[in-house]
């Protein structure tokens, strides 16, 4: 390449300064860490709306499905469980709670029907028995035949939840990222260009 040529290049390239490309790559890129920031915490505070109605008996499904569109739609709001997490980051406790508290009282109702149908049944069995004595060993046979209440188990479903949020998303802080990038390659082969030329 000649120098007449080169020289014109530097003519064309002495006005676009990789200082202005830099500067503006710094300041997306701290717009871009102030717009993650603000995704995390309103992803905070729609997961506390969560956990809130969680803990007053109220509708958990309105929340969730704001906090679950949030998530799946930004940047930096994940609630994955991922590789090294053991529990699901949505745990409502207290529909949890109160489902076992359900399915206690039905089976203790359950219970105590099993043992009214067994005291009917023996007194039927044994009803010149005043005293009892013979009513108890068949209360406790027949209860242990006609005996079928068991806890079934709580689906995960009802009350663990995991949402997952993309790796870019198009907001502030997935478009400030992208500006971020540019103006940083921009910088770089400005910079690189203009001393190539210089030195040529």
């Known amino acids: 390449m000649n120098k007449r040529r080169l020289h014109h290049y530097y003519t064309k390239l002495r006005w676009i300064k990789p200082s202005y490309f830099l500067i503006l790559a710094i300041l997306f890129g701290a717009l871009s860490v102030f717009a993650l920031r603000a995704n ?9 709306a969560v956990y809130s109605a969680d803990k007053n008996n109220q509708d958990t499904q309105t929340p969730l499905k704001a906090l679950q569109a949030y998530v799946t739609s930004h940047m930096n709001t994940d609630l994955s469980a991922g590789n090294t997490s053991v529990y699901p980051p949505i745990q409502l406790k ?21 043992y009214t149908d067994a005291q ?3 007194e039927q069995q044994n009803s010149v028995d005043f005293s009892g004595h ?7 046979q027949y209860v242990q035949s006609h005996s079928n ?13 995991s949402f997952a949020s993309p790796v870019w998303s198009p907001d502030l802080a997935g478009w400030s990222l992208v500006l971020t990038f540019i103006f940083a390659v921009f910088f770089v082969t400005t910079f690189i260009a ?4 210089k030195r040529s």
């Open 120 to 122: 009917h049944y023996c």
């Open 134 to 140: 013979n009513r108890v060993p068949c209360i406790e």
């Open 94 to 114: 207290y529909t949890y709670d109160r489902l076992v508290q359900s399915q206690s009282a039905s089976a203790s109702a359950a219970n105590t029907q099993l």
């Open 40 to 48: 995390n915490e309103h992803m905070v505070k729609l997961r506390n």
């Open 149 to 161: 209440v068991s806890l079934a188990t709580i689906p995960p479903s009802l009350y663990e939840f």
């Open 194 to 197: 203009t001393k190539f030329i």
